[in-house]
């Protein structure tokens, strides 16, 4: 089940990205590191900074790949809101039901 809610885009946010809590009070913006707070993704169109955006709170969904992943790795967040294969002692975002590389969008199960 996808939970939908509107949040303001702090900054340019592409699609298919894990996002974070902005600055502001109803803001987002995109998870950048690995000991980022993932609250859910974004659909697959992104939004410019100042518009909304639609961030996908709901378990299972589609993210893009910062690296190469196995299906089965826990995730976490890496540059641009990309999904990285998680090491030890990264908040874990997710775990890649299917296995990818950089650039790849697979289908994750959110924590």
Same mark, same amino acid.
């Given at each position: ?9 702090e900054?340019?946010i ?19 590191a690995?000991?980022?707070v993932?609250?859910?993704?974004t659909?697959?169109?992104?939004a410019? *900074? $100042?518009?909304?955006?639609?961030i996908?709170h709901?378990?299972? =969904?589609?993210?893009?790949? &910062?690296?190469?992943?196995?299906? %089965?790795?826990e995730?976490? *967040? $890496? ?9 030890s =002692?990264?908040?874990?975002? &997710?775990?890649?039901?299917?296995? %990818? ?11």
């Open positions: 089940m996808s939970i939908i809610k509107p949040y303001t885009a900054a340019d592409e699609g298919n990205r894990l996002v974070t809590f902005g600055t502001e009070e109803g803001s987002v913006k995109a998870a950048a690995a000991t980022d993932v609250i859910g993704r659909c697959f169109c992104g410019v *900074a $100042g518009t909304t955006v639609d996908d709901g378990r299972y =969904g589609e993210v893009k790949l &910062g690296g190469t992943v196995a299906r %089965g790795d995730l976490t *967040a $890496g540059a641009d809101g990309c999904a990285v294969k998680a090491e =002692g990264n908040k874990i975002a &997710g775990i890649a039901l299917e296995a %990818g590389v950089k650039d790849d969008v697979i289908y994750i199960l959110m924590k």
